[in-house]
């Protein structure tokens, strides 16, 4: 079976929710193998939970630090492993590489698609081994579409959406450990200073939330957004927020849902005051079902939501939101 | 201090946009073609830098006639001059193609510092600015909201899934942009009458000396398999607050066992 080389991300010891979801598709695909990067000793760490994730192999890449120099480590990684793979796996060669369509996976698909002049197969949401040939599929345009594609050349450099992938994949008991030699260009480095990182908070992470209550322009200010994330916790909810209420600062931009922010597709989707432009649902028409309060009847979310209500959602909002509580006990 | 920006024409995303159901590529003809809103903020920063630095922004864009709309736009913000790549032979290019051309266009400038869009809003592969510093052999600093440049050390500062990053490389590099870089300024009347005499130089493929063999869709490194439109969601019912639709909502949400 060709290798599937997935590039790993992790943080603080733990391998991050999207690996898991790689290495599933991996397994799909032909026999995961995971790379890691990181100072001497991160993948012996990692090395049993990628193989209860469905790792066959662990590639070690701990020559360059990837949290002093960004992406050229990876590229250069996943690069090695290509080679090591087409060496040990013969003619055949490995069957994909895998990373999460994050702006860093994309970039880093992007230069290693050029390097290994190979097609690439950019945000898919799932993959599939049809007749040999690798398939991936992609959602166009917020879901309006689904397009399924191949590459004509080269092992396939697919970046995959987080939250996309189902299921599990075969655990492995201890994983093979081999170790990659890799260098970066002094010219192309790009070094980072500091880290910025975005507190976590209690909630569900937005992408992959069964609940997302939503707040646009309409909750008028960074301080009626309380209203929103009420709601949210008494439905165990994410919170998120249109463009236009991000960009008036009522809430952080890491937030917002639609073409340019996190693409969601929640069990149950709450919109209070947004409008519903067609870049805001690019974002969320997929959620199974959509509920929407605005004060404006003409509100192009009505057209989507399954349920609208036409009112004011400083009065609606607590009001169901307390209907929940006292139904949840 | 001479910059690159590269703008691309994509289909409004105000209207509703389409694949072609004979082959599921993008039906360019069935909606109004714009400069892609995050190229305008390229250009935006494009200017800045020259304004504190010195020096040209050339505009640069890879697509059919009327993307020359879209330069002239950018030229009208204040860009200096514009290279249109266009070649009936590029048509279909994927990603790797549009690069390799926009790669070979962007040599013969000499620029310091080039521009991108972090995703384009029609493709979104968010690939292109490092597929050009892959072949270019410069680094890439992407995703930038804020961005200052020190004799020859780029300092920005860029925000991805999961946090921001205060990094820094070395000239030459490839920015690309964050939507919440800021807002591109409006081109007024002078802007608008200057643009029409500033040079745009047309590029072919054979000027750019690409190799014909490796050129559009029958040599591109990704094909469509199959495509399929998806039934997008109906209106379903609609309720105007008389005081109780806060407990209205509470059971539907009941009936349709989410709570
Ligand atoms: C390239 C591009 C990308 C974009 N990407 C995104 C994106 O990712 N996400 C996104 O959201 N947008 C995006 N937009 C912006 C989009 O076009 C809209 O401007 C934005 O979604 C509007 O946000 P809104 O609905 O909160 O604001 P508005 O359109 O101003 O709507 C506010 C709504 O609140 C209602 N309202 C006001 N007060 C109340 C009240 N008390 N109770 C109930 N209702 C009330 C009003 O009736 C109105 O319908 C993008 C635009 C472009 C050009
Ligand atoms: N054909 C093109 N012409 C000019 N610029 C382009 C073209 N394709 C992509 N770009 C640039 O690359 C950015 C990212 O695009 P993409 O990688 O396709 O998501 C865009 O915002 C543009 O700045």
Redesign the interface.
């Known amino acids: 079976m060709s290798e599937v080389i997935v590039l790993v991300e992790h943080a603080d010891g733990a391998i991050r929710k999207v690996t898991g979801e790689l290495l599933t598709a991996a397994a799909r695909l032909g026999a995961p193998s995971a790379v890691v990067i990181g100072p001497a000793g991160t993948a012996a760490a990692l090395t049993e939970q990628l193989g209860a994730a469905g790792a066959v192999k662990v590639y070690a890449a701990e020559s360059v630090d990837p949290t002093k120099v960004?992406?050229t480590g990876q590229?250069a990684a996943l690069q090695a492993a290509v080679a090591a793979a087409a060496a040990s796996g013969g003619a055949q060669g490995p069957a994909a590489v895998l990373v999460a369509a994050?702006?860093?996976g994309?970039?880093?698909?992007?230069?290693l698609?050029?390097?290994l002049?190979?097609?690439?197969?950019?945000?898919v949401v799932d993959v599939a081994l049809e007749g040999g040939v690798v398939?991936a599929t992609q959602s166009?345009?917020g879901?309006?579409?689904?397009?399924?594609?191949?590459?004509?050349?080269?092992v396939p450099v697919i970046s995959v959406r987080g939250n996309s992938i189902d299921g599990a994949a075969d655990p492995v008991s201890s994983p093979e450990i081999v170790d990659l030699a890799t260098e970066v260009?002094a010219?192309?480095?790009?070094?980072?200073?500091?880290?910025?990182?975005?507190e976590a908070g209690d909630r569900p992470e937005l992408g992959g939330a069964k609940?997302v209550v939503s707040g646009g322009r309409g909750v008028g200010s960074a301080d009626n957004f309380h209203v929103v994330e009420e709601l949210a916790d008494v439905?165990g909810g994410a919170v998120g927020a249109s463009r236009a209420a991000v960009d008036s600062g009522y809430y952080p931009?890491?937030f917002q849902v639609g073409?340019?922010g996190t693409t969601v597709s929640p069990?149950?989707y709450v919109a209070l005051g947004i409008s519903g432009?067609?870049?805001h649902r690019?974002g969320m028409?997929?959620s199974k079902?959509?509920?929407a309060?605005n004060k404006d009847?003409d509100a192009p979310i009505?057209?989507?939501?399954?349920?609208?209500?036409?009112?004011?959602l400083f009065?609606?909002?607590?009001?169901?939101?307390?209907?929940?509580k006292t139904?949840?006990g | 201090m001479d910059v690159a920006v590269l703008v691309k024409q994509v289909p409004d995303?105000?209207?509703?946009?389409k694949?072609r159901e004979s082959d599921?590529v993008l039906d360019r003809d069935s909606s109004d073609a714009v400069i892609d809103e995050?190229d305008s903020k390229g250009v935006e920063i494009g200017l800045q830098l020259t304004e504190t630095h010195g020096g040209t922004v050339t505009v640069v864009t890879m697509g059919p006639d009327r993307a020359k709309e879209t330069l002239r736009k950018a030229l009208a913000m204040g860009a200096h001059k514009a290279v249109h790549v266009l070649d009936e032979a590029l048509a279909g290019s994927?990603?790797?193609q549009t690069?390799a051309a926009l790669a070979a266009a962007l040599r013969t400038l000499e620029v310091d510092v080039i521009i991108t869009g972090?995703?384009a809003?029609d493709?979104?592969?968010?690939?292109?600015?490092?597929?050009l510093?892959?072949?270019l052999?410069?680094?890439?600093?992407?995703?930038v909201t804020a961005v200052s440049v020190e004799g020859s050390v780029v300092s920005a500062q860029r925000?991805?899934?999961?946090?921001?990053?205060?990094?820094?490389?070395?000239l030459p590099?490839v920015l690309s942009v964050n939507?919440?870089v800021g807002e591109p300024r409006y081109p007024n009347f002078k802007g608008i009458m200057a643009a029409k005499s500033k040079p745009v130089s047309v590029l072919s493929a054979a000027d750019l000396g690409l190799d014909a063999s490796s050129l559009g869709l029958v040599n591109?490194?990704?094909?469509?398999?199959?495509?399929?439109?998806?039934p997008?969601?109906?209106?379903?019912?609609?309720?105007?607050?008389d005081?109780?639709?806060?407990?209205?909502?509470?059971e539907?949400?009941?009936a349709?066992r989410?709570?």
């Open positions: 960004l992406l590229v994050t702006f860093d994309r970039e880093i698909a992007g230069r698609a050029v390097r002049d190979s097609g690439l197969l950019a945000d398939v166009v345009f879901g309006a579409y689904t397009t399924r594609y191949q590459v004509t050349r080269g260009d010219a192309t480095t790009t070094t980072v200073s500091e880290w910025l990182p975005e609940i439905l931009h890491q073409q340019t069990q149950l432009a067609i870049q690019a028409q997929t079902t959509i509920v309060v009847t009505f057209e989507i939501a399954d349920y609208g209500v036409v009112g004011d009065t609606v909002a607590p009001q169901l939101a307390s209907a929940v139904r949840k | 995303t105000y209207s509703e946009r694949l599921w995050i994927d990603a790797l690069s972090n995703e809003t493709g979104r592969t968010a690939s292109m600015p490092a597929m510093a892959e072949r052999g410069w680094a890439a600093v992407t995703s925000v991805v899934e999961g946090g921001a990053a205060r990094v820094s490389a070395s590099v939507e919440k591109a490194s990704t094909q469509v398999v199959s495509g399929a439109p998806r997008l969601k109906s209106a379903g019912e609609k309720v105007t607050d005081g109780e639709a806060g407990n209205g909502i509470a539907f949400l009941v349709q989410l709570i």
